[in-house]
């Protein structure tokens, strides 16, 4: 009889404890679930609507893509070129600029700053070497929309009238 009690007690040891590894597995996968990857991560910030940082942070990520965004213009540079407060990204205008300091809304499409691609795309494009060395490979916006805070917009055609959202669009 004590030697089946024995083994009735090593059953339960051994049982218990292949419970608790399994609780231990079990929590170990809800905690390897809980994380996401570093490609879902980059998934949802595509889907998100971005920060400045994180396009001056990944342009290729958001290379192609729509987004709008609020800060302060913080530099004013020749041909349509300006650069937001927010991690001094890059910012460039069909025609017309903001002031400095002023709080714009920016709308356009995400580029990775290449002078002759944007040459090719823009018919209104004017290559600048300072911003060509300083911008190269990192994001530009090309603005469809520039809103300051009292409701001016910024981007207008040649008659002066407020070009219509997609007026950054490639030629065709």
Known sequence: MKGSVNVA???LLVGAGVACTRDD???ND?????????????DEKRDATPSAGDI???PAVYNGQQVTLKSDVKKLMPNGFFTLDDNDLLVLSPSGQPIEDEE??????????SAPELESRYAWFKSDASVDREYKDRA????????TADGRQVV????????????????R
């Open 9 to 11: 007690m090593a059953v």
């Open 25 to 27: 597995r079990a929590a």
């Open 56 to 58: 001056a942070d990944h």
């Open 156 to 171: 207008t055609d040649r008659s002066g009238a407020d070009l219509p959202a997609g007026s950054g669009e490639p030629r």
């Open 104 to 113: 714009v809304t920016v709308h356009g499409t995400v580029h990775t700053y």
């Open 140 to 147: 530009v916006i090309v603005a469809d929309s520039i809103l």
């Open 30 to 42: 809800r905690t390897a679930m809980a994380s996401p990857s570093p490609t879902a991560d980059m």
